[in-house]
């Protein structure tokens, strides 16, 4: 894909703590699309997926939610 670039990592306080998640370019472009669409900020959206994401690593459940969010979900 042209422009495309490896996984970014960004760190961010959720929970009371500090973690990073590693995220490709147009997640993140989709991830701020979809916490705009729900009336959230990115932060606040990334704390409710890590609150119900069980044994899934964050990323990837950051990943699901904005795939499901984009698919109508």
Known sequence: MAGSSGPKKR???????????????????????????EGKSRTALIAEIDARRGELGLSSAVRLHVLDHFRGR
Do not use: Y
């Not at 009371?16 to 993140?28: K, Q």
């Open 11 to 37: 760190s961010l306080g959720i929970a009371g703590h500090r973690t990073s998640i590693s995220l490709e370019d147009a997640f993140w472009e989709a991830l701020k699309d979809v916490a705009l669409a």
